[in-house]
């Protein structure tokens, strides 16, 4: 198992030997000791390869991931998992702002807190926080689930799409065009998958709130034509 100190080899090494693994390769499972906070550790990893990142991070670990299992046994600077296109990312501690920002596909979780914006422009990746989520998270979310264990706080949803939010707990305010919605079977089934695939245990979906768009900001109202 290749593994690069972060403390003696550059970053730029355990990138490009990320960028390098091929079809067949007999190295799949990778550990990173001592990342102290460096930026863009473990991105673009486009192999379905482990890797363990033994420490916090600062900004953007883990973007544009495709196909690799992730893990950082720490917390991670914002960005995490930004335009994330498959595989997993596995966050043990906290997140900070806009976790999982414009995701396509795949699953983030986060075992802590997520600062704010978390989710923003979510355009098919899963988000499961076991904690809080902070203020405008989800804004302009497209497609996707973000589910939230603990509270959210200001402007929920502002301006979404199609997503859908679960929260467990409070929500501060909702935001524009968001509203709370019906919890169907469909919605339980969903919920349940994403609790089981995230490692949650003994919580039922019926627990949970479920949001999304109100649909009056598609179009055109001649009615707010002085906002214009």
């Known amino acids: 198992m290749p593994v690069f100190d972060l403390a003696v080899a550059p970053l730029r090494d355990l990138n490009a030997a990320l960028h390098a693994v091929g079809a067949g390769a007999n190295d799949t499972h990778f550990e990173v000791v001592n990342p102290r906070g460096h930026h863009a550790v473990a991105v673009g990893a ?11 991070v600062g900004y953007y670990c883990a973007g544009m991931n495709a ?15 930004e335009n994330m296109m498959s595989g997993t990312v596995v966050v043990e501690g906290d997140a900070s702002q806009y976790a999982g920002a414009t995701g ?86 969903i919920l349940a998958d994403l609790l089981a695939r995230a490692g949650v245990e003994g919580v039922a979906p019926s627990e949970f709130k479920r949001y999304g768009s109100a649909r009056k900001l598609y179009n055109f109202n001649i009615d707010n034509v002085d906002a214009y």
């Open 67 to 81: 196909e690799a299992a992730i893990t950082i046994h720490g917390s991670a600077g914002p960005g995490v998992a």
């Open 104 to 189: 396509r596909g795949g699953l983030l979780v986060i075992k802590g807190n997520a600062a704010s914006r978390c989710g923003i422009s979510m355009k098919g990746i899963d988000i499961v926080v076991h904690g809080n989520i902070g203020h405008m998270s989800a804004f302009m979310a497209q497609s996707g689930n973000l589910v939230v264990l603990g509270d959210a706080g200001e402007a929920l949803g502002d301006s979404l799409y199609e997503a859908r939010l679960f929260v467990r707990g409070s929500v501060k305010s909702l935001g524009a065009d968001c509203i709370e919605k019906e919890m169907r079977p469909e919605h339980h089934a």
């Open 46 to 56: 486009d192999a379905p390869v482990t890797i363990a990142v033994r420490g916090s």
